[in-house]
C-alpha cells in the first residue's frame, strides 16, 4: 500500500505540474505586501475549490487568511502556504514557490486522504515577513486541531532543520520641538539627534552580544527639511535571538539604548511592537527524517553543513507554529548558486526551471512525509495523541 499510495500522490502532482508551475509564475509576477495578498489568497483558494477543498477564506478576522480542507481522517495535516512580498525586490524570498508548493502537497494528500484516514488543511498565511500572520492564526485557532504542520522554503542550498532566530519587531518614534535651524535652534529639540544616539548606542552594543545575535533596522522618518529642527523621527528595528528568552534580554539592552536618545535630548520616546515575537524553532525529529529519505528519493541532496551554513539563520512565524504542534521547514534549493533570499537577483531565480522542480518536489517531498507518518502506527498515536 505504501507505494501504491505514494505512486497515487506523485501523480497528482504530476497531472498539475504546468498549473502548479503557472500558479507559481503568476504569484510572482503580481507581489503583493503583507496583510495585502489580495489577489494571491483568491488565485490559491479558487485553485484549490476547484480540485474539490472546502473553503473558508477571511478565516481568524484576516481577510488573506484562508483553510482549504480536504478528506474526513482522524489525523489532521497541515500545510502552510506564505504568499507575501517584499518592498522594493518582489518575491525575493520565493514564497510564490511556498504557495505553490503547498497546493501541490495540498492536492496530493486530497488523492490519498481516503485511504490514510486522514484530513489535510492547506493554511493560507498571509504577512510571514512582517506582521505574524501565523501567529495570529495560532492565537485564533486555526492550529488547534491540526496534529502535524509543514512547508517548504526556497533557498540557494538544500537544508533539512535550518536555524532560525527568535525576533521582535520595534517601532520607535521621538518627539522634540520644531525651531530655526539657523536663528533659533536653541529653542528646539532634536529628535533626529535622539535617534542617532540611539543607533550610536547600539553599534556599541553589538560589540558585547553573542555571535548569534542580531540587531538592525531602518530610520523611516528623519526630519523634512534641513532648516527646521526636526520634531519627529522613527525607526523600524529587529532584534533576533537563539530562543524566546534570550530575546527578551536582548530586547531590554536595545530598548536601553532608544531610552538613552530621549534623555540625551529630552524628547519624548515611544516603543510599540510592528508584529508579534517569532520564536525559536522546534525541528521535529520523525518528521525532518521522513522528509529527508523523501527528498532524497527524487534527487534532491543535503551538503554537509558549514559553519557559514550556521551563521545565516534567518527568522519565521512557522517557528511559532513548531512550538504548538509538531513542525518542519527544510529548505528547498532553486540553484541560486551564491544568491541569497531577500535580494533582486533571489527574485530571478524564483521563476526559472530549478524553482518550478523545487515547487513539484518540495509539494512531493511533503505529501510523501505526510504518508509515511499517517502509516506508521506508532507516529500516528504520537501526533494524535489526547
Not at 544616539?197 to 526630519?223: N, Y
Not at 529642527?229 to 533576533?240: C, E
Request: with cysteine; aromatic share 4%.
Amino acid at each position: 500500500m505504501h507505494d501504491r499510495t505514494k505512486a497515487a500522490a506523485k501523480a497528482a502532482i504530476d497531472q498539475e505540474a504546468d498549473r502548479l508551475v503557472a500558479l507559481s509564475h503568476r504569484l510572482h509576477a503580481h507581489p503583493e505586501l503583507g496583510f495585502e495578498e489580495e489577489r494571491a489568497c483568491a488565485w490559491l483558494t479558487d485553485e484549490l475549490s476547484s480540485r474539490g477543498f472546502a473553503v473558508r477564506a477571511g478565516v481568524c478576522d484576516l481577510p488573506t487568511a484562508f483553510v482549504a480542507t480536504a478528506g474526513s481522517g482522524p489525523l489532521v495535516i497541515g500545510v502552510c502556504a506564505e504568499y507575501d512580498a517584499l518592498p522594493g525586490v518582489g518575491h525575493a524570498c520565493g514564497h510564490n514557490v511556498i504557495a505553490a508548493a503547498a497546493v501541490a502537497a495540498g492536492l496530493a494528500l486530497a488523492r490519498v486522504a481516503d485511504d490514510l484516514g486522514i484530513t489535510v488543511k492547506v493554511l493560507g498565511t498571509p504577512a510571514e515577513e512582517n506582521g505574524g500572520g501565523k501567529v495570529l492564526m495560532i492565537e485564533r485557532g486555526a492550529f488547534d486541531d491540526v496534529h502535524a504542520a509543514m512547508m517548504v522554503h526556497p533557498a540557494p542550498r538544500e537544508r533539512l532543520a535550518p536555524p532560525v532566530l527568535a525576533r521582535a519587531q520595534l517601532h520607535v518614534e521621538y518627539e522634540g520641538r520644531p525651531a530655526h535651524a539657523s536663528a533659533c535652534p536653541e529653542e528646539g529639540i532634536n529628535a533626529a539627534d535622539a535617534l542617532t544616539v540611539a543607533q550610536v548606542a547600539i553599534g556599541l552594543l553589538r560589540q558585547h552580544v553573542p555571535a548569534d545575535q542580531r540587531i538592525h533596522g531602518i530610520v523611516t522618518e528623519g526630519g523634512q527639511v534641513p532648516n527646521v529642527v526636526p520634531a519627529h523621527t522613527s525607526a523600524d528595528y529587529y532584534v533576533r535571538a537563539r530562543t524566546l528568552a534570550e530575546l527578551s534580554v536582548l530586547e531590554t539592552r536595545v530598548r536601553a539604548c532608544f531610552e538613552a536618545g530621549a534623555v540625551a535630548t529630552g524628547s519624548r520616546l515611544s516603543i510599540g511592537t510592528a508584529s508579534p515575537a517569532y520564536s525559536e524553532f522546534r525541528h521535529d525529529g520523525p518528521l525532518s527524517e521522513s522528509y529527508r529519505r523523501n527528498a532524497e528519493a527524487l534527487g534532491r541532496m543535503f551538503p554537509e553543513v558549514t559553519p557559514a551554513d550556521e551563521r545565516m539563520a534567518a527568522s519565521t512565524d512557522m517557528a511559532n507554529v513548531s512550538l504548538v504542534v509538531p513542525a518542519i521547514q527544510p529548505l528547498v534549493s532553486i540553484g541560486s548558486g551564491p544568491v541569497g533570499q531577500h535580494q533582486e537577483e533571489f527574485a530571478a531565480f524564483a521563476v526559472r526551471p530549478a524553482a518550478d522542480r523545487a515547487l513539484l518536489d518540495g509539494g512531493t517531498a511533503m505529501a510523501w512525509t505526510a504518508i509515511d507518518i499517517a502509516l506508521d502506527e506508532e507516529q500516528r498515536r504520537r501526533l494524535i495523541r489526547p
